[in-house]
């Protein structure tokens, strides 16, 4: 019980923050620009962003159990890739899905044995992995590009949920499920807390009986399947398949992901605070878009709120520290 | 007992010499691995295709190698010591950006002063990372995600819509990546010879030293009485600089510059020190075996153009390299560090302590520390 | 009694107007007689012109007769940071933005900075959001934003597009030039600079973009008259001068008698340039293709590039700048035949496929390109 409030305290006050954060931006946004708040802004926002929403959740609990997936953009473009090349071969689009989630699973399975079979750091092997998998999306389209999808497919991408009055985007509404799923199993489950004690000790959970090994490698799957997920709304939203869908989106999630006050070091960090981050991280961009700032400027603030949330915890413990010594 | 002690004391230093010395030969196989593979590479290639060899070829590959070279040695000292820095693909696209647009804006500006310059910028931002990092004692891959999106947002915010464009870069310079002294490109000579530098220095330098064993393990190093922070300061600073000059290079390179250069270029530095021996979690890994891994690299795509393989297997085949690397790394790794462990002295005290080794003994696996077995 | 007196009442009341009517009428029509011709002038031009708006109501536009103004415009380029586009939209240098001014409305430039669907459409985005009037694109892909554009459509923004195509999404395409005639001459450039014989390459900027494409093929076609010219490879620099540049020279590597290189985008061209600027390569591979005069002075200088051919896209930006608020005014449709003007250009026709033609390439070389600032 103790450990449970010594791992919440300090990511409730950092998600505290971040929710003041957002709420700031809501009010400089809307302040800035009555578009902001309007429903059709959202949905673009949505649209936007979803699919990078998406694949912060599986990062989140890799990053939790202290690893770290830079592959998940290269698994997207190569979802993507093969779905193009697929639909042109004439392949049925069920198959294809099918198809494409197993490629997407395996691809994270690779990840996963690589890191716990040959015990190599998961940093590296994903920036290899990267490497590869964006080279089998090149390999397999070439410069082609698809686009001959037909309107009942690309319209999950561009379309609003029905009955939820024109303002939801399918991605957002994936988002939101996968979300409370991680969030329970996160922090409800025996693997939730198993998750956590992997990224505080590999070695103590690993003689505390949890199936370190394992349970990696399923995350590692997990998000091969998601990633796969999200290169298939990627290409479906812009109705084209192109080698480079999804270039460079790593760090972006891995960006989020850290914003949310998950430690890099494991063991730290909740959905909740992921999700307050990816309101965060769009809200800046799409705040600063109405405003006529340049997109990719908006670099900096993300960059300086990145710094804020390992700085602010930082001054937070050098605190408590001092306090604990002053007053033992 | 002083005598018992003092047999003890010099079995074990002749104990941690030989070790060292192992230690040393493997590193030194792990480098001449990656000639090897270069050699055998280049030989095969040449069978099929013998202009591969050609002047020409030879130098587009020298060229473009020594700008990743050059950034290779700067990455391998922060990763040496167990860090890394996201950031220098925007510090080089900064550092390209304002060197270019001073040649624009001051025309018959020197050309030292210009590198002058990029080293100035890049040194700013490598103080900067350095100061976080080492001072506030925060993780670096978070610290330098966060300046590679902030230097690059800089810079789109300075550059705007503008380039500069060749025209406005005197021929002088555009020729510092085009002259060559015998059939060898001078920027090729000029990179090597820093990059002896720099493996020297890490080699023989007590701070070179110890970002190593700073890398192998930070608290022992701390308490072993480094200093922890004033190296990882400085090591940062260096590779802030050195990307800096890097980028100064870039725009003689690619003469037209606008607010995209540079982009991405961090991974492929880091692939290039990992497929060159340097151990991610720091430790292990040389200044000539990250050079040798961006040659490699570049040989390679080099090679698949020559074979007239299409390019798009160039980045599968990277990326399936960098996996052989690392795997291999690793396996070399163990096998080192069961060889030491398995080497006792004859006659160890129970419970006497034997001096931790700097070189072999990075963290496997997962990112918590040390694995003790 | 009070009845009877309010019947004759009644009727008094309308003999009173009429007589009151025939009265003003006779003295209207007397001081209208001298008017008649002004208002039924004013009449016939009103049923001549489709929006009967008089000159005074278009502020500063001098002799736009009949155009909206307080417009908000959007030009969303392919990407930022590229001096093509620049020149094309800018106030400086007399583009888009400049000729949205002159006509009083709002113009405003925004887009992403990697020439891709996924970067510019974020961009569009916000501008109808920010309540666009009209959108003035030119297209990182054929059909990626078409959903985008639609959308925008569906809400009476107007939609055009210059220099690069979305043909399914947009009401009016601005071109620079013929697409074929692009095609083809610059082959035929390339061909009299070789002696019509050898291997030839392209590099070309994006895979997706619509422009590029539609101009390789009619090289493809244009090539066949060449037989002894062989197209060996068409390379892509993605709009980026670095991946240009390096995507130049594995052609070098990979095709060592490479003879002749066509480069139809201005970053391309400049990169390749950059490459074959040294005494191994110059006057031993050509080099033409579309490039702006600044980025080639240095390079058709020292002889690297001989002849190359643009248009100027600040024209090609003014232009689209004018068609826009044509449309949107409700002044021009987009079918054939229909004419505006667009100030100091002059007069245009709406062509076929919803196309308006900016004009022939223009081929600089040595003899005229220090004329040329942009």
Redesign the interface.
Known sequence: MNNLSERIRPALRWETGLAVVVVLILIIGSAASPQFLTGNNLFNLGLSNGEIAIMTLPMTLIIISGEIDLSVASILGMSSALLGYLWAKGWPMPAIFVFVAVVGIAAGAVNGLLVTRLRLPSLAVTIGTLALYRGIATIVLGPNTVSSFPAAYTNLGIDAVPFTGNDMTWSTLIFIVLAIIFGVVLHATPLGRSIYAMGASAEAAQFAGIRVKRIKTGLFMASGFICALAGVLWTFRLSTAVQNNGLGLELSVVAIVLLAGVSIFGGKGSIAGVVLAVLAFAGIQNALLLTNFNQEATGIVTGALLLASVFLPAVGRLRRRRRRLTHP | MSAATQTTGSEQQAGRARDAGLAERVFRIRESGILVVLVLFVAVTTAVRP?FL?A??IQ?VLV?TATFALLALGQTMVVIARH?D?SVGSVVGLSAYLSASLFKDHPGISIPVVFLAGLGIGLACGIANGM?VAV????S???T??????I???D??I?????V???SLPDSF?NIS?DTVAGIPVLAIAVAVVIAIGAYYLRTYRSGRDLYAIGSNPDAARLAGLKVGRRVFTAFAVSGAIAGVAGVLWSS????????????YE?QV??AV?VGGV???GGSGTATGAALGALLLTTIN?AL??L?I???????????L??VA??LD?TIT?RLTSALRSRKPRSTRPGATRPGLTSPQS??????GT?HE | MALRRAKKLALAFPVAATVALAACSSSASSSSSSAAPAASSAAASASGSAAGASASSSAGGGATAGLKTGLKVFVIPKNLGNSYFTTADSANSGGAIAALTALGETGTETSGTSATPASQIPAIQAAISKGANALIVSATDPTALCPTLQSAMKRGITVVTYDSDAPTCRTLFINQASTAQIGTSEVDVLAKQIGDTGQVAIVSAAASATNQNAWITYMKQELKKYPKMQLVSTVYGNDDPTTATQVTQGLLQQYPNLKGVISPTTVGIAAAAGVLDSAKYRGKIALTGLGTPDEMKKYVADGTVKEFELWNPADLGYLAGYAAVELASGKITASAGQNFTAGKLGSFTVGADNTVLLGPPYVFDSTNIAKFNF
């Not at chain 2, 506030?136 to 993780?139: C, E, F, M």
């Not at chain 2, 550059?159 to 380039?163: K, L, Q, R």
């Not at chain 2, 390179?253 to 991405?264: D, L, V």
């Open positions: 202009r050609d020409s070829n587009f473009d890394v996201l976080m506030g004692r925060v993780p891959l978070v610290v995600l966060a300046t590679l999106y902030i690059r947002g800089i789109i915010l550059v705007g819509g503008n380039e464009d060749a025209s555009i085009k390179q690619y003469p037209t510059i606008n607010s995209t250069a540079g982009t991405g991974l880091v692939s990992v151990a991610i979690f080099s153009y020559v007239g299409s390019s798009f297997w160039d980045q599968a085949i990277w990326g399936f960098l996996l690392i795997a690793q163990e963290s496997t696996g997962s990112s918590t694995r």
